[in-house]
């Protein structure tokens, strides 16, 4: 069931991707492969921290949802006008999925509960970091607008958490993903924030978001 | 022999880096840097998803390319009205090259087929993606105008299938190379195209390649 | 005593993540990201090459270093204007501890002394790479005003030549990070420069540096 999951997961990264590609106007191979790297490239970062052969690479399966991703983008595109809401949709769902697996592996490697979140963070938001790095544009992560890392920290900690205790079982794992998704959705719908990096002063540097008031992605 | 060929292929590609650091007004390190990763980034990449310690950190000499390619830019960068088609060409040439080897050395790891293909991919088009993402430039491989990855394809599939018939030995090997290199060029020259990521629909946003019709690179 | 100055690097490079993060107009926990890959970067992609799970996921500890830079920076913001000169001040401490046990560890793996120096020179390049790469700006690292990698080499270079003469112990490695750290400073004061990629010929191209004389960072 766990694969089932996986799969589902990088199907939702995988349609954010590719749907980047479309924006940017990319090419079909580029959508596979930016909706690939964006589906498959948090937990590729993670195995290799763990030190092993990225799962990703064992099986030919892992590489169905990106085409299948991109396959779709093309086909529904004139739908265009609500996609980026979709894409946020999406986006959460698979992050809900990831940051629950990744804490939940590297805990399996008897990993320190610390480590074991953060790389479930990192399983959850490194696809999308790097979907915005390869495309040129500054990461969606770093938007003072979005919280998009808290949810994936709750769901990191409440896996880690659920295992300490011995609560963890299949059933409460697929809460977990539904309850980071649930926030994920909150935070974006009533623009929750948290304080910059600069405690009393910003000025802003070309390239950087521009401050002029709040604004609700959602 | 293989060796003598992976080194081509790093000098190719390194050239292709270098000339980019001068584009960008880098200086000589930063030429032997970025010549270094586009050169040697596909397969350092490709040995960390074969959960080996990377080939090229094993002996000095696979550094020598990278010095020897700044040095040449360094050195003939009067010549630089023809760079731009020279730079395609050795890009191609690499190419051709890395895929073959890529895929093959993945075989030999017992990876699948569709993955080995995926891994030649990664290992030809991984050093010049990283060499533009560490340039701060919306990556070559997404242009919609030009199909880079699909020689890399074929030349990946061209060495799983002869594998499996058992039909790959050096000679093929680099049969395959020198057929990937033609593909690039006629690509190259008859401006080949694949469709778009969006089906029915492209607006374009800043920072996207314009669309004002057909443009040869070659 | 290794395991403290680690950690003050750590430190050191965070600080100047977190400015980055703070100038970029990024949030906490994008400050302390960003301070964390700044700070740890080097040393995951150097253990990722050794072929060992990297030290940093190992115990929690290191993640203290970029909580502490990203508070102290959230924190002492209103003193801004010091800051461009306090960044380089810190990134050098860091950069002179990290080439010496960069080099160090990869000597103590049995790599030859060439691959040693320049995994070292990522120990202390990667992070600030990985810093600008992901944060969108063309890397600080090719600056062809600013020698940064110059310095590294030469703490690589001392740390190799010390070790296979077996002149090496930590008093030994603090006086080439010392050493390493009043180069790079001197570097800035003096405005030291190397050529640049292109021999006889520069274009500037948009994204490019401007050329218009020295301009001194310190």
Not at 26 to 32: I, K, N, Q, Y
Not at 128 to 157: C, E, H, K, Q
Request: proline share 7%; charged share 10%; aromatic share 10%.
């Amino acid at each position: 069931m766990l694969i089932v999951i996986e799969l589902l997961g990088i199907f939702f990264f995988a349609v954010a991707g590719s749907l980047m590609a479309a924006r940017r106007g990319f090419d079909m191979l580029g959508s596979v492969f930016l909706g690939g790297v964006t589906g498959l490239g948090g937990g590729v970062v993670r195995d290799l921290i763990l030190n092993e052969s990225p799962a990703t690479f064992g099986h030919p399966i892992y590489f169905l949802p990106p085409v299948l991703a991109a396959l779709l983008v093309y086909g529904f595109t004139p739908a265009i006008q609500k996609l980026h809401r979709l894409v946020l949709v999406f986006d959460a769902a698979g992050l809900g999925l990831f940051c629950m697996t990744g804490t939940l592996k590297a805990l399996q490697h008897d990993f320190n509960p610390v480590t074991a979140v953060l790389l479930g963070m990192i399983t959850g938001v490194g696809g999308g970091l790097m979907r915005d790095v390869i495309s040129n544009v500054t990461p969606d992560l770093f938007n003072p607008r979005d919280i998009y890392a808290i949810p994936a920290m709750i769901g990191g900690i409440l896996t880690a958490v659920c295992w300490n205790f011995g609560l963890f079982n299949p059933l409460v794992g697929v809460g977990i993903a539904a309850l980071t998704f649930a926030t994920r959705l909150a935070s974006l719908k009533f623009g929750w924030r948290i304080p910059l990096a600069a405690g009393h002063w910003h000025r802003p540097t070309p390239g950087s978001p521009p401050e002029n008031g709040p604004q609700r992605h959602f």
